[in-house]
């Protein structure tokens, strides 16, 4: 029962506001939202809608106006600011559109910046990084550079750099926004077999095909949820074709 699963994130009476006066802002309306472990959430809405706000809220790259924010059991507020940069690193793995990937460095190398951050011994960089990457089928690819990847496995790289030091957490923000059909499918099959081994995936979308494959849609709409409910996910199923 998702009921029996603990409360990993939780956001109570929050609100998001920019600006002031004339020129204030609400991003986020008085939201309440819990998200137990394990649970594959997409958090639906167009633009503007305040679902990347909450988003950078959970993974605490923000911090609200007012109300309450709790990550496994601890109130945010109330982190100092280098244990909050080390629940960033340790607890949440981050997955954006654009890969952010570095440039002129290799695959394995980009896997390890976390490990690095984190101060994880030299001899384990390595070991680590390697693991990550095999876990996302990229074992062939470590010394490729991010410019000889097809946008497939850069992404798939940007996973591995996510998962390197074992998070709760995954927070995707529109992380197939710019891959092809059969593309998006394989990254949505990780996603889901990284939430069977116990991940707890939030993943931000404006698109409903991408959504079914999660467990529960979250909609945002005027920086308020005008809908929270569980659904029976479809299974992503790549072609046969060989992964990109």
């Known amino acids: 029962m998702e009921e029996s699963r603990p409360v990993l994130m939780e956001v109570t009476r929050l609100w998001k506001t920019y600006g002031a006066g004339d020129a204030r802002v ?3 309306r008085d939201v309440s939202l819990a998200i137990r472990g394990g649970e594959f959430v997409a958090v639906m809405g167009p633009s503007g809608s ?3 706000t909450l ?9 609200p106006t007012r109300g309450s924010h709790r990550l496994l059991g601890a109130e945010v507020s109330e982190l100092s600011a280098s244990r909050l940069a080390e629940v960033r690193n340790r607890t949440i793995g981050f997955v954006f ?3 952010n990937l570095l440039p002129r460095t290799s695959a394995l190398a980009n896997v390890q910046l976390p490990l690095l951050y984190a101060g994880a011994p030299r001899r384990e960089l390595r070991r680590r990084a390697a693991a990550a990457l095999a ?6 690819r470590a010394q490729h550079l991010p410019s000889e990847l097809s946008g497939g496995q850069q992404q798939r790289v940007a996973i591995a750099r996510a998962i390197v030091n074992r998070p709760r957490v995954i927070l995707a923000d529109e992380p197939t926004g710019n891959l092809d059909t059969r593309t998006s499918i394989e990254i949505l099959k990780l996603f889901q077999e990284l939430g069977a081994a116990g991940i707890t995936i939030v993943y931000v979308t404006h698109e409903p095909d991408v959504a079914r494959y999660a467990s529960r849609i979250v ?12 659904q029976a996910p479809a299974v992503a199923r ?3 074709e060989p992964a990109s």
Request: net charge neutral; with cysteine.
């Open 26 to 28: 609400h991003a986020l």
């Open 238 to 240: 790549p072609s046969l």
């Open 97 to 99: 559109q654009a890969y």
């Open 135 to 140: 876990r996302v089928g990229l074992q062939a």
């Open 219 to 230: 909609v945002v709409r005027d920086g308020e949820i005008a809908e929270d409910r569980p």
């Open 55 to 63: 988003m950078n809220i959970l993974g605490c790259l923000d911090r």
């Open 50 to 52: 305040g679902k990347s």
